[in-house]
């Protein structure tokens, strides 16, 4: 059975940083792109990252380029997110999804960025 | 960015009648190399999205043949026949074929 277990949210204050881990079994981790997805509170998806299987390719949404930073470790089978300068703005549930197609979510992570 | 558009925003629903959703997306979806990269997900209350339908009109894996998908380059339809109480929750399509990747604002759909 497939399983995507996220963590490491939390409340944070704006501008400090917070790091969120999705750990993958059930599946061959290392051959499949991976992704970050959110969505706020009472709103839709929004696409937020991208890494490939080797971490050759990563995309991110204009949204957080230049303050998170996906990346992934084939060995643990885990894959993270780096965010930095928080916004108030990215207070949302934090999907990690996997495959290129999103086959496979989590069950979601809450940030909420609060003073 | 590619702009995604649903419609209806909800829709209500008899149990074994049938629900159509519609998606229109702001550029063609369809690659050069045959496939359309629209897909459709579904959020049931309180949990994760899930993978309904790739590549416009493929059925994903343990989905009911009641779902299905059709389209053009630009205009896509979910179809729900004989819809079930466990249909209920918010339908999104997407989005696949270049970044960034977007999705539709969802549409609703409730049990009447």
């Known amino acids: 059975e497939v399983q995507l277990v996220e963590s490491g949210g939390g409340l944070v204050q704006p501008g400090r940083s917070l790091k969120l881990s999705c750990l993958a079994s059930g599946f061959t981790f290392s051959n499949y792109g991976m992704n970050w997805i959110r969505q706020a509170p009472g709103k839709g998806l929004e696409w937020v990252a991208s890494i490939s299987s080797s971490s050759s390719y990563i995309y991110y949404a204009d949204t957080v380029k230049g303050r998170f930073t996906i990346s992934r470790d084939n060995a643990k089978n885990t894959l993270y997110l780096q965010m930095t300068s928080l916004r108030s703005e990215d207070t949302a549930l934090y999907y990690c999804?996997?495959?290129?197609?999103?086959?496979?979510w989590g069950q979601g992570v809450m940030v909420t960025v609060s003073s | 960015d590619i702009v995604m558009t649903q419609a209806p925003l909800s829709v209500s629903v008899t149990p074994g009648e049938s629900a159509s959703i519609s998606c229109r997306s702001s550029k063609s979806l369809l690659h050069s190399n045959g496939i359309t990269y629209v897909y459709w997900y579904l959020q049931k209350p309180g949990k994760s999205p899930q993978l309904l339908i790739y590549?416009?009109?493929n059925l994903a894996s343990g989905v009911p043949d009641r779902f299905s998908g059709s389209g053009s380059e630009t205009d896509f339809t979910l179809k729900i026949s004989r819809v079930e109480a466990e249909d209920v929750g918010i339908y999104y399509c997407?989005?696949?074929?270049?970044?960034?990747?977007?999705f539709g604002s969802g549409t609703k759909l409730e049990i009447k």
């Open positions: 590549r416009m009109s």
């Open positions: 999804a996997g495959t290129t197609t999103f086959d496979y």
């Open positions: 997407g989005q696949l074929l270049e970044n960034p990747l977007t």
